[in-house]
């Protein structure tokens, strides 16, 4: 069945549609909140459930061809809160940012790992501190008051190393080739 009928009977409240949607996006959703939440299953299953139970709750907010994006973002907040209720810290490693989509095109597939090789490669090029900022900041989505608690610094810091960091990936950015003219950086 395609996404925009799913939808449609998930809104008609089908419970074989969101039968479907566990289906096809279990493993996606499941290697999310395991990365996040690492050693911890029972979390990650419950992440996994509270997430599909929100996707069926918010059947009217879903649209054709972003019903995988719209779940990984719930996934992800999800499992971000539940880290925060354990205690725990965020995870800062290597392949933060290769989260790709199953299903694409080769094409597709190998243009998204050459875009987070850059990434990668020009927030390495960043210090360890900043880069740290740079990852709970755009990547778990702390806020800047929350990176500041968690690392011991002035907020009013934080934002400008932030800005300053923007700009240097920027710079770091367009001598590598990338085109930053469409990013607000």
Known sequence: ??????????RRG???ALETLLIQYSPFAAAV??????GCPQDTEE?????FLALWDNAHKLRPGKVKAYLG???RNRAKNRLRQLGR?????EDVLEILPAGDSPAVRLE???QARLV????????????????RHYYYGQSVSEIGAAMGRNPATIKTRLHRGRKKLKELLLERGYSCEAADL
């Open 112 to 114: 998204a790992l050459e």
């Open 120 to 135: 990668r490669d020009t927030l390495d090029a960043l210090s360890p501190e900043d880069r740290e900022m740079f990852l």
């Open 89 to 93: 810290e965020l995870p800062l490693e």
């Open 33 to 38: 909140a395991a990365h996040i939440l690492r």
């Open 73 to 75: 973002t719930i996934v």
């Open 1 to 10: 069945m395609e996404e925009a009928a799913l939808i449609r009977a998930l």
């Open 47 to 51: 992440v996994v459930s509270d997430a």
């Open 14 to 16: 089908d419970p074989a």
